[in-house]
């Protein structure tokens, strides 16, 4: 939701590079996921499989999360 609304606001308002900066924020949200899938294929890949992997892993997604919503929070100008 915070990402279409910055996509949006952005693409109510000119600006020279608008088409890159709309697909970037509409992309965004997937930025936690594909850092998970990332880390769990690459650990998988080493044979690093164990059972506090998936537990990395759910720290990865919420940290990730954090983050993105404090990027896509609307700042007050």
Same mark, same amino acid.
């Given at each position: 939701?915070?990402?279409?609304?910055?996509?949006?606001?952005?693409?109510?308002?000119?600006?020279?590079?608008?088409?890159?900066?709309?697909?970037?924020?509409?992309? %965004?949200?997937?930025?936690?996921? &594909?850092?998970?899938? $990332?880390?769990?294929?690459?650990?998988? #890949?080493?044979?690093?499989? *164990?059972?506090?992997?998936? %537990?990395?892993?759910?720290?990865? &997604?919420?940290?990730? $999360?954090?983050?993105?919503?404090a990027i #896509?929070?609307?700042?007050? *100008?």
């Amino acid at each position: 939701m915070f990402s279409e609304t910055a996509a949006d606001g952005i693409a109510q308002t000119p600006q020279a590079d608008q088409a890159m900066w709309v697909l970037v924020f509409r992309l %965004l949200p997937l930025g936690p996921l &594909v850092a998970t899938l $990332g880390y769990g294929g690459l650990q998988v #890949a080493r044979r690093h499989w *164990s059972a506090g992997l998936g %537990l990395r892993c759910a720290r990865i &997604v919420l940290i990730g $999360g954090i983050v993105l919503i404090a990027i #896509a929070t609307p700042k007050p *100008s």
